[in-house]
């Protein structure tokens, strides 16, 4: 069965360094999304994205933060100056369409920020 | 805005009994999904069931069922005959059925089933 996929599974960074997650969404689904879980919290959303561009984002994701596509399989989230409070674990979601009820999602990847 | 509670951080059930999670959420809107997520510990995040709030009809999936009460806005997770694999953080998630809303989920905290042999 098709999985999303994520790399890495850990990233340890220093604050104020750039970093970028990246996402393998199944092959044929065409809306895309981060979602994020600061430890012992819920799961928050912060960005959708389909046909190239944000359709959505969240309070969270604010100008550090920038989603890309840049080719045809991965999707990637960038935070360009990390913060200790980045961390947390990173979730990359994909589903068929906008109105399929299921988003897959892959197994995270955990970001510690020292 | 959408939440959704999850008032159980942690639950235990004994192995074949049966165990309740419970979820609650607040919404204005009168068509939404509804969803449970597993979460083993290998952190991948599985659906276990959904629920479309226009059916009055509860949900089900092999052992997996819910309680869906719309006007309390309640959605109870129901696992019979419980098994070690079980063992998982649960979520609850809402998401609208608007077109113009986007699609992104809700979540509750997480409810982590111990399934005790």
């Known amino acids: 069965e098709p999985e999303v996929t994520q790399t890495p599974s850990h990233q340890v960074t220093q604050m104020g360094q750039e970093v970028i997650l990246r996402c393998v969404p199944i092959s044929n689904h065409l809306y895309f999304y981060w979602y994020r879980q600061i430890l012992g919290q819920k799961v928050e959303f912060l960005v959708s994205?389909?046909?190239?561009?944000?359709?959505?984002k969240s309070e969270i994701f604010d100008d550090q933060f920038s989603v890309e596509r840049p080719d045809g399989s991965n999707f990637t989230l960038k935070i360009r100056s990390t913060k200790l409070e980045d961390s947390a674990m990173y979730f990359c979601?994909?589903?068929?369409?906008?109105?399929?009820?299921?988003?897959?999602f892959g197994p995270g990847t955990r970001l510690t920020v020292t | 805005a959408q939440t959704v509670t999850q008032s159980q951080p942690e639950m235990s059930v004994q192995e074949a009994e049966t165990v309740t999670l419970s979820c609650t959420y607040d919404t204005s809107e009168s068509d939404y999904y509804l969803f449970w997520y597993k979460q083993p510990p290998s952190r991948q995040m599985i659906l276990v069931i959904r629920?479309?709030?226009?059916?009055?009809q509860n949900a089900t999936e092999n052992r997996f069922s819910v309680n869906f009460q719309k006007a309390a806005k309640s959605f109870s997770l129901k696992i019979s005959d419980s098994q070690l694999g079980d063992a998982a953080m649960y979520f609850c998630a809402y998401r609208s059925a608007r077109g113009d809303s986007g699609n992104q989920f809700y979540f509750g905290t997480g409810t982590s089933l111990t399934v005790i042999p």
């Open positions: 994205f389909y046909n190239n561009e944000i359709s959505e």
């Open positions: 979601a994909s589903s068929l369409g906008s109105f399929s009820y299921e988003q897959y």
């Open positions: 629920q479309e709030a226009y059916k009055q």
